[in-house]
């Protein structure tokens, strides 16, 4: 079979979550005798914008379009390009795939799923986020508020910019993205949280399948941290440092830590916000609490996991299913989580981990506290992660997508038969 993934970025370039885990499995499926090719984004200055180039990377052909990087931006029509679209007709008679696998798709095109379809191929989306329904794909406000009502987008953002400059109604943007994503055989969700918003919202297609991302056990499994010597509690967060990671938050509740708390807190990542954590080592009482690692490769990440007890993700946004979590929880590490999105599906409070109340700094201070008072249940928490996620390696789910392409493919050739 073949297969063509689709993303807006992919590593080594701009390395987040989805575009790990779409790595991820197209290694797997590759493993299970798929031919699979990869289109990518890549936002650069250096290069003319559209202009496609190809590389390999870890043994995958991939074509990546150069991408201007206002072509992103929510606040403009990152959601089709007629050039964009030319190219990938290009690599569509190329390939001559069976089917296609989109993941993030802003600053790319929605309607490179009819241009798949045309050609005959299968189609499937997994949605990392809710940019189908959400310009700003976090579904929260400008001012950090969690969005309720899906059709007050104009609050938000009343017009979009357009190629020629033009201000169009954000519902344009709306029906046109939501009408692309029905025509799709298949959307994919990891968690049950997101594949329920987008039925909700009327975007997804008849087909929509609960799946998790999976993570690489053979990298994590093992790695598990013992306590430190000095029976310090070690926390620590990786993200890209931004308001929406809940950055602010957890300083906060650092700094209302009573002295005598024995913990350290280790942040990992980059981002505007970074001399925020600075400001804080060197001017607040428990800024000797916390150290600053910064960015770390994603091949280091089990360095990290190993070098510490808890794991604190802060995020002020419904997430779908964080892979620092899933690797964290491989790791034999206990988990602090918001009681938001898809995160109450990974971790169970008092389980595996500790959920709490969205932005409630005073519950997270006694999270921290609750685990220095009884270091012990770091470890409990995190053998009991560690045993979920024995059951939810990467190459279990490739497995399943690998089911799931021959049944669309089947159904596809049938259809073709029958007209």
């Not at 799923?113 to 406000?141: E, M, S, Y």
């Not at 270091?375 to 089911?403: D, E, F």
């Amino acid at each position: 079979m073949k297969v063509l993934y689709v993303s807006n970025y992919y590593p080594p370039y701009f390395i987040g979550g989805a575009e790990l885990i779409a790595h991820q499995h197209v290694k797997q499926l590759k493993l299970l005798g798929c031919k699979c090719a990869v289109f990518a984004g890549e936002v650069t200055g250096g290069s003319p914008p559209m202009r496609v180039r190809q590389d390999v990377f870890e043994g995958i052909q991939v074509f990546r379009v150069a991408i201007p990087e206002r072509q992103v931006s929510f606040q403009r029509a990152n959601f089709y390009n007629h050039a964009i679209e030319r190219h990938f007709v290009d690599v569509l008679e190329r390939k001559r795939p069976d089917l296609v696998h989109f993941h993030n798709l802003p600053g790319l095109s929605v309607d490179l799923i009819d241009l798949a379809r045309k050609n005959g191929c299968a189609t499937v989306l997994t949605v990392h986020d809710h940019w189908g329904f959400c310009h700003r794909q976090t579904l929260t406000k400008p001012d950090g508020a969690v969005c309720t009502d899906f059709t007050a987008c104009s609050n938000c953002l009343g017009v979009y910019i357009d190629f020629d400059k033009t201000e169009q109604p954000i519902g344009k943007r709306n029906s046109y993205v939501r009408e692309r994503l029905r025509r799709l055989d298949l959307l994919i969700s990891p968690s049950q949280y997101l594949a329920d918003q987008y039925i909700f919202a009327g975007y997804a297609p008849k087909q929509t399948a609960v799946l998790g991302n999976g993570v690489d056990l053979a990298s994590f499994i093992g790695t598990s941290a013992t306590l430190a010597a000095s029976h310090e509690v070690r926390f620590g967060i990786a993200c890209c440092l931004e308001e929406h990671k809940g950055i602010k938050n957890i300083l906060n509740a650092i700094a209302a830590l009573p002295q005598e708390t024995r913990a350290k807190f280790y942040f990992a990542g980059k981002g505007p916000l970074e001399h925020i954590i600075l400001h804080f080592i060197n001017n607040n009482q428990n800024g000797n609490r916390v150290k600053f690692c910064g960015a770390i490769e994603p091949s280091a990440m089990n360095k990290f996991y190993r070098s510490i007890d808890v794991f604190v993700c802060g995020s002020q946004w419904p997430e779908n299913q964080p892979l620092t979590i899933m690797e964290a929880m491989a790791s034999g590490v206990a988990v602090i989580a918001p009681d938001i999105g898809g995160t109450p599906e990974m971790v169970r409070n008092g389980f595996n981990g500790l959920i709490l109340p969205i932005g409630d700094v005073s519950a997270l201070t006694s999270a921290f506290q609750a685990y220095t008072n009884d270091p012990k249940l770091a470890k409990l928490h995190g053998q009991a992660g560690q045993r979920v996620m024995s059951k939810q390696s990467i190459r279990k789910t490739a497995l399943r997508l690998y089911n799931l392409y021959n049944q669309l493919t089947a159904s596809k050739k049938h259809k073709v038969r029958k007209k």
